[in-house]
């Protein structure tokens, strides 16, 4: 039996819906879109300073360096997620939804912990400059490490007591980072992910059945960009590398995208692994409310290894 010209019309009305969903996030994956910076640290009552400083690759970077007084100390640098920025997140800018992710109240308990922050943006976010396309951590370490480099050049900042928490891409980025000698003495990876694992859930949730089909074509994409290929993204390999750096790892229990198994992965091989802190979670950007509903965890956590 044929369709009839109305149900024709919609099948063609879905099949145009779903390939511009398909362009606007491989667009978003691939390059981003910038979240403006709307909040300051003056929010949380803090004192900040407007830092710029470069990537190790030479790309501007922006960002708010909040000192915890003039003495020499410890200090944590945050590294945000995909499409976030400094601050974390706010929701309802992208094609699906997300929830805010506030970097704010951890940066207030960890000043008044004794530690000095450093908040920035990642390059291809927020204020910095660019570097396209995005990698989800391989050449983003760059940015990390030129963060860390950072705070090693400041008079009031202990170089020996570094310390980072990392966001979803962010950790990733953070992994690559420390691994390629970004000197950092704890992390705090928060969900991280397998690339080629977080593609196939997310575009099966975003695009139906087909989803992870059409997912494997970005492969094709950073070919002809000529980066890192999604394919061959893996931070079990960096994670392995950590030799002297103290690593919690954090996933949320009702992750669509990300999963359990594969952080648990990252955690077997990383040499100083204090385990996955399994959070419970309704969905991914649940599981991010770890860094503003659990500060007191956070702050132990670098109180006890910085």
């Not at 959070?279 to 910085?306: D, K, M």
Request: one cysteine or more; charged letters at 20%.
């Amino acid at each position: 039996m044929c369709p009839s010209p109305a149900d024709a019309r919609a099948g063609a009305v879905t099949a145009e819906r779903g390939i511009a969903k398909l362009i606007a996030l491989t667009r978003l994956m691939a390059f981003g879109s910038r979240q403006p910076i709307t909040r300051t640290p003056a929010e949380a009552g803090l004192a900040f300073e407007e830092v710029p400083f470069p990537a190790t690759d030479g790309v501007d970077l922006r960002g708010w360096f909040v000192p915890a007084g003039p003495a020499q100390g410890p200090a944590v640098v945050w590294v945000h997620g995909w499409l976030w920025n400094r601050v974390g997140n706010v929701s309802g800018r992208v094609p699906f939804v997300d929830r805010d992710v506030d970097f704010l109240p951890a940066t207030k308990a960890l000043h008044d912990a004794g530690f000095h922050v450093l908040m920035f943006d990642l390059a291809n976010h927020g204020e910095s400059g660019a570097r396209p396309p995005l990698t989800q951590g391989v050449w983003e370490a760059h940015d990390a490490r030129g963060a860390v480099r950072y705070l090693v050049s400041r008079p009031d900042v202990d170089a020996d007591r570094i310390g980072v928490i990392g966001t979803s891409a962010g950790a990733n980025t953070a992994l690559y980072a420390i691994a390629d000698g970004a000197p950092a003495k704890a992390l705090l990876a928060i969900q991280p992910t397998k690339l080629t694992d977080f593609n196939r859930n997310f575009a099966r949730t975003q695009l139906g059945p087909l989803g992870p089909l059409c997912a494997r074509g970005t492969n094709l994409l950073y070919a002809f960009l000529r980066a890192p290929l999604p394919i061959r993204h893996d931070p079990a390999i960096p994670a392995s590398q950590l030799d002297d750096t103290i690593v919690q790892y954090v996933q949320g229990t009702g992750d669509p995208w990300g999963e359990l198994k594969v952080v648990e992965r990252f955690s077997r091989v990383t040499p100083h692994s204090l385990g996955v802190i399994s959070y419970h979670s309704a969905g991914r950007y649940e599981g991010y409310q770890y860094v503003s509903r659990e500060t007191p965890s956070i702050v132990e956590f670098f109180t006890a290894h910085l």
